[in-house]
Structure formats: C-alpha cells, structure tokens
C-alpha cells in the first residue's frame, strides 16, 4: 500500500462552513452508508448479536433475504438524521463482524470484503461511503476502496484528528498550560492521523514527542511530513517510556493499540486515545492519577434528531469517522473528503466547523464511555503548575481530591452523581455555607449529632476555657477523672429509671457494644434478641443486632445466638425472650425510616424481659437529647431500662463521647469485683475534654428548653407538610415525633419493565412472542429478577433525584436513611426556628410540583398565562 497516494477526489476545492445551510431544501436528502467494524472481542459478539436476532426476526416476519453471501450486519441506528439547521439525510451502517486486530492479520481479504461491501451499500443507494477505523486502513486510508467501487468515499479521519486535537486543547485550557512551554507527545506518527495531529499541535506552538517505530529509516525520512521551521521543536522516540520527564499529555493513535501502560506514565498524565484498538487497553487505577480521554469523539446537541425523534438516539460519543460521513451528507456534499495519509489542515478546521455548525462538537469528554468532567480535568492540574500556597490555594477542590483519593472513591462518585459533592467551610446553628459565600440549610444534622446545631457558642466557650485552664484530658486510668465523673452523675440523673452507672466511650456502636457486653457477663446468658429493620452500628457486635442483611451480609459470620423478632410484635418477642441475655429495641426506629412503635409495645416489651430476666436495653442513640421532644424517648412510655444506650449529641456535635448507661445491679454482677472491674474499657472513654462538652450540652438543652422546642416546631413541620404534600400521590407517608421525622416515597415501579418488553414485543413487527418462548428457564428466572431490580432502583433513583433536587435548587440538606432508600430523613438541629420549617417546607412543596408527572390527578393545576 502507498503511503503518499492521492486521488482527484483529494484536489475538490474546499468549501468554508456557512451560517445557512448550502443544501436544496427541495433536493431529496443525501444517502450514506458506514462501513464499521467492532472494537474488542465483546463488540465482535454484539455485532453476532444483532445478525442472529435479525435473522430470528425476518423469520417470524416471512422476509425473505437476499441471496448470497454478507459479510457486513445492519446496525439500525442511523436510518435519518436532522441537524439544529433543518438538513437531513438518510443512511445506513453496517458492521464487519472482525475486529481491527483481525482485518489487519489478513489484508488483502479484508480489503476486498471492504471493498464488496462499499459496493452494495452504494447498490442501495448510497452516494457517499464511510469508513471506520481498520475498513479504511486496509484500503490504504480509502484510496483504493474509492477507486474499487467508484462511489465518493472518506475515511472520517479529519473529522477524528480535528476532535482530538479540540480534546486536549479543551484540558490544556482547563489546565491554563500554555502551548509554548508544554510539551505533548504523539503517538503513532506519521500515521494518517497523527502526522495530522502533529502538525496541528506544531501550529499551536506546542513542542513534540513523536513516538513511532522507525526502524532503519534516518530521521530526515521521518521528519519530511513537517515544515523544516519545525524540526527543531520535536523530538523521535521509539516507545512512550522514552519521551520527556516533563512530558504529561499524549494523543496516541496507533494502528497496533495496546502501546501505553498507564501505570508508568507520570502522575497528571492526560492520554487523548484515538486508536483503534485501543493504545490504553483499560481505565486506569483510581489512584493513578491518570486520565485517559477517549479520543477523535463527538456528540451531538439536543437538535440533533435521529429518525422520527419520538425515542432518544444514540447521538452522545459518536466516532469521528461516522460524524464527518453524516455531517458531509447533511451538507449534500459527496465527495471523498478524507482519503490518503495526507489531510491538509484546512480540511480538518473545515470539517470542525461543518460539524459544528450541524450541532457536534468534541466537548463534553469521556473516559471509557463515561463522562468526563471539568473537576476531573482539574485535579491534575498540580502536576502541571507550581502549587498555590495561602489563601489562593483554596480548600473545596484539595478537599475533594483528597476525599475521592484517600478516604472513599465510591462515595465521592456517588457524591459527585447526584450533586452532593460539596465542602463546606462554616456551620452555625441550622446553617452550612461553602468556600464561595453559598448558604445551605442543614435538615440531616450529622444523622443526629448536631442537636444544638453547628458550633453552638457556649459549648464552644467551655470548651476554649478548658484548653486556656490547661485542664488533663485523658487521665481516667491514673486518676479519678473531675469532668467526666461530673458527667456520669449528672446523666444517672437525668435518665430513666435513675441507673446508677455509666461507661463512657465513643462512638453509638462502641456504646451498643458495651451494652451488649454487660447483659452477657451479668446474666451468664448468651442469646441476643433484636428487632428487625433495627439499626444499632456496623462494628461486629453491634452489626450482629442490626437488622438488615444488606448491611451484615458481608462480614459473616457474626455473633452467634441471635435471633430476630418483627418490630411490634409482642408475641415474637415473648417467643424467644426466655434464656436471652437482652432484647435490644429502638424508642423509634430512625435508620429504619423512622418508624414508631404500636402504642404500649416499648411498655409490654420491658415486663417482658423483666420476668424473663433478660436485660432491656434502650438505644436511644439517635432519639436522645431532646430529639423527640423529651429529654429521653423513654419519657414517652414511663419506660426504666436496665441499660440506656447514649451518642452523636451528647457532645453537641463537637467530640465524639457516647455513654451506656446501666443499673448498679447489672453492672455489679458484670464487673463488680476487683478481677473484672477492667474486663471491659475504652482508651479514649471517659476523657475530661469530651466530657466537658457533654456538661454544656445538657445545661443547653436545659436552658433552652430544646425538647420542648422541638416537640413545638415537628408538629408544625409535620402539619404544614402534610397540608403542602396532600395532593401529591408519589408521598406515601409524612410521620414522625419531635424533630424526627419522614417523608416516605411511593417508589412503586413494578410492572414497569415487564410492560416495556411486553410493549415491544407486541408492537414490534413479526410474532417476536414466539422466540421469548423459547428461552431458557433459567434465563428466563435471571431476566424477571432483572427486571425487579431495575424497578426497585427506579424508586431509589426518585428519592435520591428529590433529595439532590432539594440541595441544588432550594440549597437544603437531606438524605435517605440508611435502611429504607426510599425515606428522606428530617432531623435539622433542634434550634430550628420556624422560619427554617416553613423555609423546608416550600422547598419541598416546589420539588414536589416538579414531579408533577408522579403526583396523581389531585395535584393537576391548569396551567398560567
């Protein structure tokens, strides 16, 4: 094959993008046709897919197929396309059931399969013949394709190297690099796309790596493709490994693939991947700092329509190749626009703007067929600038790099999906704000922590004047602690039924621990009843009594004789109460989806365990401190449990501190003797600083009135949301006590996939009910299960989509709880005026009237003028 053939078709006069359209509104559309090829093995078995389901479907339609052999299987993607201009054109692509890596083990067969092809869509009328990736290759960039079947041919490659060099002209900007003092290494010079590349990038001012395989041939050989002006801004390596230390930005386009390994690339690299295959054969590592973009890509804008537009089509991440064939036919141009090794620039800028012009553009990026953003550009952007010191570093980009890389990647992708990615660098009261002044209105409250909001000023005071005293924190094992024993009275105190002891540590789950603990060494039992749906931690024992198997099916085995009983149900509990150790039961359940108890339950459950001699643990870890309008929930049903479970705001949302509290008898008979008065301790429990915090927290609480405050506002809450949410039949429920409370969702999807398929199968043509009848048991089972899943996420996705919509439009903070998906927990600060309730509410009330669709024909309102 010659590497420097031209064709007449090349010397066409180029013709500028306009503002208008150019084409004949009365001429009939231009037809195309798109010879593709897959791009990995996997794509290979699609494409076998689509040809076996076809030939199914013809079938059972009685159509009969064309004699012969094919070796190419219709894709029905693109049978018509309209551009935001009006132009339309039609078209047809067919795939070559081969890979790239088998078309080029087999030339001269591949070219005349090509070839064969070419000619029968050009018998189906097509006027203008694209060509994908290896299809042109092996008809030397489509100079021999265009003379063997005498139709206007292109191989799409200008349209390829005019969007990556957009690509990576789009990061370089984001990176604010500029061109003069970066350099960018090429890969696969001085292929057709490449050299073009190379030579757009040299116009740019930008200094090259030209990594290629050269073989015997002298440099000057392969540097007769540049301007001699250029010579000296570009160097020849043979493997990426030898390019410049400093280099970190590539635009590979190989016709082998697999020549780059992300893991010895710098970190900050940025790979533009044209090849095909692939020269970066798979995502890199999460903490590689690499991005890998996937090159000579574009989409198209909302105008763009494939077919009638009555079903979105794939418009998003198309190949640079298939875009210039259809923006050429959109343009009734059909001409063989890119054809050879050699694209002169102009055709690459014209084709840019044609594109362009048709609604195509190079920008957004993607990695893997994922979207790329803007921060993900940017966090690499250290690699590439000195970094910025004082107040012009910034903290809310540091922030969630640091966080996406060291703590929780999948979380911050999470975060980063549904628009919760933020950091905020101020909190007081009900109020966060982030770096830039933006003011969020907090109804999570550190799930529960937060009970006097953020930073409330006298638990800060006390806290300041502890350090200023130069107070001792942690001498609870030298020494009789002064705070902390403090603490301990004034909770048995306060709490119900007056327990005589207290073991501090810190964290809920630490304290349902140490409960958990007690009841077995006191009783000398080992049975643990729970209730289900229950949520009581994830450390192992605490997970042992949790009652939901999403969160402890991982970690099994856990704590043997446990057993489950329904929450509420009396009979259940007295079941299995006798010979337990404890039951361990929530006031309400918040995890849960905040549930509350039958009336009397919490009362019956307590004599229960009470004749039965087990010990009724209340964890209250979530419902105390006011949150439910009493100090304690217990106060609610004159409840005296024989161990009390405290956390999250016993500090004020300032230091982690969490209490268990218990009856001297328990106790004593756990740990009353000299032998196990330590069997059980904490190296952090009981510290006077936290303490302190704790000692403010409850003069608070006291001298606010909270819980009375809260038992006030909730029903306001709970009243105007019930009166604003009415109409709208997607809310289930709207329940709650105190300043706890739910919304839950009617997230019921069911049925929704079944009647898609069954839709499909009915409207579609031939007897396609007939084939499904045919499957498989099993894959029938594993497709209904499918099914229900997609359903049951469908919900989920609701609620999450109402909680980010609530966040980014009306700047208000929730989320779902952690056992049901489909409830979003309300539990702001307890300091929350009610101003911020009916703030809460219209922000609620608005989500919901943009969900009108899911609302019911009650929520219908005609439309304003």
Request: with cysteine.
């Amino acid at each position: 094959m010659s590497d420097t053939a031209t064709t007449p078709a090349q010397s066409t006069p180029i013709r500028p993008a306009s503002s208008g359209s150019e084409t004949d509104s009365s001429a009939p559309p231009v037809r195309f046709g798109f010879l593709a090829h897959p791009v990995s093995s996997g794509h290979r078995n699609q494409v076998r897919a689509f040809d076996l389901f076809g030939r199914l479907l013809d079938e059972h339609r009685g159509i009969e197929r064309e004699a012969g052999v094919r070796h190419s299987v219709p894709v029905p993607l693109f049978t018509s396309v309209t551009s935001p201009t009006g132009a339309r054109c039609t078209g047809e692509v067919r795939y070559l059931p081969y890979t790239a890596e088998q078309l080029l083990r087999r030339p001269t067969t591949a070219r005349e399969m090509v070839a064969a092809e070419s000619a029968r869509l050009r018998d189906g009328g097509a006027r203008l013949i694209g060509l994908g990736g290896a299809t042109s290759i092996v008809g030397d960039r489509g100079v021999w394709t265009q003379h063997r079947v005498g139709t206007a041919v292109t191989s799409g490659n200008s349209l390829t190297v005019y969007a990556a060099h957009q690509e990576l002209l789009h990061v370089v900007r984001l990176l604010e690099l500029k061109p003069e003092s970066t350099r960018v290494a090429v890969v696969g010079y001085p292929g057709s796309i490449g050299l073009a590349v190379a030579r757009l990038l040299l116009a740019d001012g930008f200094e090259l790596d030209l990594v290629c395989r050269r073989g015997n041939r002298a440099p000057s050989a392969l540097l007769k493709h540049l301007a001699a002006e250029d010579h000296g801004r570009v160097r020849l390596v043979d493997e990426v490994a030898q390019c410049a230390a400093e280099t970190r930005l590539f635009v590979t386009a190989s016709s082998v693939g697999g020549l780059v390994d992300t893991d010895r690339l710098p970190p900050g690299s940025v790979v533009v991947d044209v090849a095909l295959p692939r020269d970066v054969t798979g995502p890199p590592r999460a903490t590689s700092d690499v991005l890998v973009i996937d090159g000579g890509l574009v989409s198209g804008s909302e105008g763009v329509v494939l077919g009638d537009g009555g079903l979105p089509g794939p418009t998003q991440q198309l190949n640079g190749c298939l875009a210039e064939t259809v923006v050429l036919a959109l343009e009734g141009r059909t001409e063989s626009f890119s054809l050879g090794r050699e694209l002169p620039l102009e055709r690459v800028r014209a084709i840019g703007a044609l594109a362009a012009r048709h609604g195509f553009s190079p920008v957004p990026l993607a990695s893997f067929g994922r979207p790329v953003t803007d921060e993900q550009v940017l966090r690499l952007a250290r690699y590439h600038r000195p970094a910025r010191t004082g107040a012009d570093a910034g903290i809310t980009e540091p922030t969630k790099r640091r966080f996406r890389e060291r703590i929780n990647p999948p979380m911050a992708r999470l975060f980063g999906a549904h628009g919760l990615d933020r950091v905020f660098t101020a909190g007081q009261g009900c109020t966060l704000t982030t770096e830039d002044g933006t003011a969020y209105l907090d109804f999570v409250a550190g799930y529960g922590c937060l009970n006097l909001g953020h930073n409330h000023p006298a638990v800060s005071e006390r806290l300041r004047t502890f350090l200023d005293r130069g107070s001792p924190t942690f001498v609870q094992y030298v020494s009789m602690p002064e705070q902390a024993a403090e603490l301990a009275e004034r909770l048995s105190e306060a709490a119900p039924g007056r327990p005589e002891r207290v073991f501090f540590s810190n964290s809920g789950t630490e304290a349902v621990e140490a409960a958990l603990k007690v009841a077995r060494a006191a009783t000398g039992r080992t049975r643990l009843v729970y209730a289900a749906n229950s949520y009581h931690g994830k450390t192992l024992g605490a997970l042992s009594v949790t009652g939901r198997a999403q969160h402890r099916r991982p970690f099994g085995p856990l704590l043997p004789d446990t057993a489950e009983v329904p929450y509420g149900d009396l009979d259940a509990l007295a079941a299995v109460i006798d010979g337990a150790a404890a039951f361990i039961v929530e006031p309400v359940q918040g995890e849960g989806g905040v549930v509350l108890p039958p009336a009397g339950y919490l009362k019956a459950a307590r004599e229960l365990c009470r004749r039965a001699g087990a010990a009724f643990v209340l964890d209250e870890i979530q419902t105390g401190l006011g949150r439910t309008g009493r100090l304690f929930a217990a106060e609610h049903d004159d409840l005296d449990p024989d161990v009390l479970c405290l956390a999250k705001s016993l500090s004020g949302g300032l230091v982690p501190i969490a209490a268990t509290l218990c009856s001297a008898d328990l106790w004593d008979a756990a740990y009353g003797s000299t032998n196990r008065a330590l069997l059980h301790s904490s190296t952090f429990g009981g510290g006077n600083f936290a303490a302190t915090a704790g000692l403010a927290t409850l003069d608070v609480l006291t001298t606010e009135r909270l819980p009375e405050h809260a038992q006030k506002v909730g029903e306001h809450l709970r009243g105007s949301l019930r009166k604003a949410l009415d109409p709208y039949g997607f809310i289930k429920d709207v329940r709650g006590i105190g300043l706890m409370t739910a919304i839950e969702f009617d997230g019921d999807f069911s049925g929704a996939v079944s009647s898609l398929t069954e839709e499909l199968l009915t409207r579609l043509p031939g007897d396609l009910h007939a084939l499904t009848d045919w499957l498989p048991d099993d894959l029938r089972t594993a497709l209904t299960r499918a099914g229900e899943a997609v359903e049951s996420t469908l919900g989920d996705l609701m609620c999450l989509r109402f909680v980010g919509s609530l966040a980014r439009d009306h700047r208000i903070l929730t989320f779902v709880t952690a056992n049901r998906t489909q409830v979003m927990r309300i539990q702001p600060p307890l300091v929350l005026s009610l101003a911020e309730a009916d703030q809460f509410v219209a922000g609620v009330e608005a989500v919901c009237a943009d969900l009108a669709l899911h609302a019911g024909l009650d929520a219908w309102r005609p439309p304003t003028a």
